[in-house]
C-alpha cells in the first residue's frame, strides 16, 4: 500500500471522516477526508478486485480497503469514519453480491453509518460534471456514456471488447491490428503504415493470432495499439477513417443518453429550447483522448452534428474526484443525485435502512 498525506496535520477531534473509493482495473485507489476539509489523505493497492461467480468479491474489497482505510485515517488524524462511498468497474452488471454484503461489512469493520455503491461510469459522471444534467462519454481501453436529466440515469455501450466498447482503445486497436492483416493479405482496406507499426510492436503479422487469442489481457493489447493509429492518422487515409468511425460511435452514445432538458424543461427532441430548459453539459473523461487532434477533431465535428444544443465543457476530475463529492455529499446531507437499482444506491445499515432512492428535487 502507498500512503500519501494531504494536506496540513490535524489533530484527532476533526471529527467523523469519509472514505472515497475507485476500484478498477489497476486497483483500489482511496481517499480519506473530512466535510468541510476535503480529501486529507490518498492510498492505492496495485491488485484489481476479483471477480468470480458471484461476480465482484465483496471480501476481496475488503481485504484491500479496510486496512488501508484504517491506516489512512490515522495518517490523516481522524478518529471515526461515518461515511464511504465506492466507485467500482463492474457494479451495474457484476455488482449483485457488493450491493448485498458491502454496506454490513463496512458497518461492522468501520463503524460507518452510510455507504454509496456507484458504477465507475457515475462516479467518472460525477468526477466530470458534478451534479449537473448532461453525459459524459468515458473513453479509454473500453468506452460507455452516461447521462442524466438528475431524475434518473442512461448509460450507453460499456459492454466490453467483444460486444461492444464501440471507439474504445481496444475497438481503435483492432481496427488499426485488422487494417494491418488486410495490407499483410493484399484486401483492398488495408494500410502498409499500419502493417509496418503492427510488426514493430507485435512481431510477424502472421504470429498475431497466436500473440493475441489466447491472453486474458487482449483487451488491453489491442488498446496498447490505438496510439499508433493516431500517429498514422495524418498521412494515411485508413488510419484516419479508423478515428472518425471511432468519433462516430463515440457521438452515436452520447447522443443515447444526453437528456434534452434538465428539470422541468419538458420533453422532446425539437431544436429550440422551451422557457424552463436548462442546456445539457458535455464531458470527455478517459486517458483515450490524450491522443489529442487525431481523436478530437473529428469527435467535435460528430458531436457538433448529433448534440448541437449540448455545451461541451471541461471535465472537473476524474471518478476518484467524483467518488470524493458523493462522499461529501452525503456526509453533509447535501447529497442529491438520483438512484438506481444498478448503478447507484445509497444504504443506511447502521440504521437497518436499505437502498435510498432521493428524490432529485430534495
Known amino acids: 500500500m502507498v500512503v500519501e498525506e494531504v494536506g496540513d496535520a490535524v489533530s484527532l477531534s476533526a471529527g467523523p471522516g469519509f472514505v472515497a473509493v475507485d476500484s478498477g482495473g489497476s486497483g483500489l485507489r482511496v481517499v480519506v477526508g473530512a466535510a468541510g476539509r476535503g480529501p486529507l489523505a490518498r492510498g492505492a493497492s496495485g491488485e484489481p478486485v476479483r471477480t468470480g461467480s458471484r461476480g465482484i468479491d465483496p471480501g476481496h474489497l475488503m481485504e484491500q480497503l479496510v486496512p488501508m482505510a484504517r491506516g489512512l485515517a490515522a495518517e ?40 454509496a455503491l456507484a458504477a465507475d ?29 438528475l431524475t434518473g440515469w442512461r448509460r450507453a455501450d460499456g459492454w466490453g471488447h467483444l460486444l461492444g466498447d464501440c471507439g474504445g482503445g481496444a475497438w481503435i486497436g ?10 499483410h493479405d493484399g484486401r483492398d482496406g488495408g494500410s502498409g503504415r499500419l502493417l509496418e507499426c503492427a510488426e514493430e510492436m507485435f512481431g510477424p503479422a502472421a504470429a498475431l493470432p ?48 444526453c437528456p434534452q432538458t434538465g428539470p422541468g424543461g419538458g420533453a422532446g427532441s425539437g431544436s429550440g429550447s422551451s422557457p424552463g430548459s436548462v442546456e445539457p453539459l458535455l464531458a470527455l473523461t478517459g486517458g483515450l ?27 472537473k476530475g476524474n471518478p476518484l474526484h467524483g467518488a470524493v463529492c458523493i462522499a461529501t455529499d452525503l456526509a453533509t446531507g447535501s447529497f442529491t443525485l438520483p438512484g438506481d437499482e444498478k448503478m447507484l444506491c445509497v444504504t443506511s445499515p447502521a440504521g437497518g435502512g436499505g437502498i435510498v432512492v432521493p428524490d432529485a428535487d430534495t
Open 76 to 115: 490523516a488524524g481522524i478518529g471515526r469514519l461515518d461515511t464511504v462511498a465506492v466507485g467500482a468497474a463492474g457494479l451495474a452488471s457484476l455488482g449483485d453480491a457488493l450491493r448485498a454484503e458491502l454496506p454490513g461489512a463496512l458497518a461492522r469493520e468501520l463503524g460507518v453509518r452510510r455507504v
Open 289 to 315: 483522448f490524450n491522443m489529442g487532434d487525431p481523436l478530437l477533431v473529428p469527435l467535435d465535428e460528430e458531436l457538433a452534428k448529433r448534440l448541437p444544443r449540448a455545451r461541451r465543457v471541461a471535465a
Open 174 to 183: 483492432r481496427a488499426g491490428l485488422e487494417a494491418a492483416l488486410r495490407a
Open 210 to 257: 497466436g500473440h493475441l487469442y489466447p491472453r486474458t489481457d487482449r483487451a488491453a493489447v489491442l488498446a496498447s495499439f490505438a496510439p499508433r493509429v493516431a500517429e498514422c492518422a495524418g498521412d494515411d487515409a485508413v488510419a484516419a477513417d479508423i478515428l472518425r468511425a471511432a468519433a462516430r460511435h463515440m457521438a452515436d452514445s452520447a447522443a443515447a443518453v
Open 121 to 149: 461510469a457515475v462516479t467518472a459522471y460525477v468526477g466530470a460534471l458534478g451534479s449537473r444534467p448532461g453525459a459524459v462519454v468515458a473513453a479509454g481501453t473500453g468506452l460507455i456514456a452516461v447521462g442524466t436529466d
